[in-house]
């Protein structure tokens, strides 16, 4: 690694690095760390296919190509020089390093665990000169001591290799005989025999098998006694570890699923100990562990148990053919939000108090598999448009891996092949169309990474019950539901498990299991809503250019929190206000379009103009939102002193939203009919102003007929109402187990069956194989936009953030 170090300092901000999808944990970290702290941009690509650098090469940023062969721990096997050739036809200045961890100076040139080392070669003076300036500007050079053991070890290189070579051979045949899945490139079933017979002398000392079983692999872990637990390699003596819990720990578990690392993995290192002690010491650990059996005097391997299909339908998981098929439909919906407190205010440093709205916008991705993708985007025009997926400009296409985090700066090359190639020109879309759709493509072509053959097909619907361009976080809904959905399809977030039900005890000393049901509150895990969170902030920066961030965190958390911009002095950042209890508001739509770019202009001149009566507002604001902020998230404050608290401090706030000149005589209209006898409500104008939505706190004990009538005079006079709760659930996913979703009419006509609240423990009376669940597809796009949330609740049990 410290050789490695020196390499990578050859790296500047903005360069790009291309690597291999298997690598040594070590390498993932310092990679991780360039691309974290120094603005290097890292993409990952399967090594053994040379065509995948092609789309990622970038010249004038591709700096360097960072290669393993084989690699470790899966022993993938690269063809070094045709990539070489590959990368120097289009980014000539590219560096191609060649990392042969194998054959590293601390492990098999030294051989004997005493030593720390590693021998950069190169083949330009310049390179060398840069990476000797660097080694002794940083002093990390070898000590004259471990030069001689260095030396010392070379010596008996080459007679340890070929005992090690020769003994690992007979422990991967070995294994794979038995039916393990065997890694190693001296096996004539590997797939990289012949390119590592064209430079490779011999087929090295380590090998890796997989079990299909992590708690069996670990039993014949530590079960074995010559082979020494470690992570290293290279010695004389012979190591074992499982990658995934040790030397490659620190990768992502969601990154190392998707590099194909399987968690059951097991790496072997052989040593020069005698084959036959290595071969019996390895064959009755796997017999202590239950991984094979006696029989005939000959090591039989047990098949596992429970194979991974039949685990995934125990434990009701959702089934999902590979190869790019998707095979259940995903139903997702996000809310919208409200900005409460610090309109406007916000942009110049204040702090401002957002919550969710339960008003939603629903995505449903149904499967196509016919190879094209579709979207129907209800609200926005009634927008429906499909792809041939493999028509998509793929070439402009750089795919993030999961766990990798998008650049801060969108991919133009992405966005303008996307506009020129896949669409037409927004002049011939409906309005607001056109962006939504490159914010759909953005997504699914920078998500989907399986290559040709695993694209997902499918169509996804988006409906809404939020008010389009009224302030009320519908793009951020809207790309929420995008992000989720796509992320779904793609496999690249998990729903939980069902958690076991509840159980009486069952003889003495079992205490039994209670199981409390939250009805699906706070079922998402904060791992998959950061990562929904993470893609939506995307697909807002297409929508938008330069969002804050703050709508598309309200929608995925819901709740309410507080946000700060950075760069006035404040702590800045987004923090969620813990202790929130909802609130009933009535959403009134003035249906006058607003500017919001002219609406923030003008506070911005005004302040120019006038700073000591703006920045006194300003400073104002800042204390309203302090005190709306402690009163929302104190737990011993009264609902009714909660709720006149609120009243005053929304009233205060309008007031000087109105000196600041961004209100609208229809939103002083609303106010002035909500707050007219007998209603008495407080109202303020959200978001821009200018037009747009005015909100007013409805106590929790208001007469239902007096609101009733207020909205019936509302909309007498043109306006739209809009009765909500404010700071409920964030993100919600229709969960896809058959115990949380009602069973639809059985193949012999049966009536609908009720769904237990907790799965049942074995099938019930009824004929299992005869119940399925039927689209939603057709349902989704014709109910009536007034009984959608009413439809969607009603499908089946939802899990939220």
Known sequence: MAALDVITRLLKPGCEVIAGDDLYGGTNRLLTYLRTHMGVTVHHVDTTDPTSVIPVLNPGKTAMVLLESPTNPLLKVCDIARISALVKEKCEEAVVVVDNTMDSATKYLSGHHDLMAGVITCNKDDLAKQMAFIINSIGNALTPFDSFLLLRGIKTLAIRMDRQQSTALLVAQMLSKLGFVTHYPGLPNHPGKEIHERIADGYGAVLSFETGDKELSERIVGATRLWGISVSFGCVNSLISMPCVMSHASIDPAVRAARGLPEDLIRLCVGIEDPGDLLDDLQHAL??????????????????????AVEKLALGEPMVRRGGEQQREWFVSAPGKVILFGEHAVVHGVTAIAASVDLRCYGLASPRNDGKISVHLCNIGDLYYEWDVNDLPWDAAVPILPGGTHPDNLDQRLLNAIGRRALPTPDRLPPKSHSAAVAFLYLYMTLTHGGLNKRPSFHLTIRSTLPVGAGLGSSAAFSSCIASAILLVNERINIPPLPKRSRAPSRAGDPGHVHLSHQGRRAIPPDVANEVNKWAFVAEKVLHGNPSGVDNAVVVFGG????????????????????????????????????????????????????????????????????????????????????????????????????????????????????????????????????????TLVPDDFDEAALRQLVSDLEGVNFRSYLTAVGGSGLGILSPYQAHRPRARSAAGRNELQVPMTPPETPGDEDEENIVFESLNSDFGSVDTSELSQWAEARGRWLYV
């Open 560 to 695: 309410a929190l507080a946000y700060t911009k950075p760069g006035y002095g404040r702590q800045s950042g987004m923090d969620q206000i813990q202790g929130f209890k909802s609130l009933k508001f009535l959403l009134v739509d003035s249906q006058v379009p607003r500017d919001t770019k002219q609406l923030v202009a003008g506070v911005a001149a005004k302040r120019a103009a006038e700073p000591e009566v703006v920045n006194d507002i300003l400073q104002t604001i800042q204390s309203i939102s302090d005190e709306a902020r402690r009163a929302l998230s104190d737990p011993e404050l009264p609902r009714t002193h909660l709720l006149a608290a609120l009243t005053a401090l929304i009233n205060e706030n309008h007031a000087h939203l109105v000196t600041l000149g961004v209100s609208h005589e229809s939103l002083e209209k609303i106010r002035k009919m909500t707050a007219a006898n007998p209603y008495g409500l407080s109202t303020k104008l959200t978001g821009a102003g200018g037009g747009g939505c005015a909100v």
């Open 287 to 308: 017999l202590e562990a239950g991984a094979v059996t006696l029989a005939a005097n000959d090591f039989v391997r047990i098949p596992n148990a429970v194979n991974k």
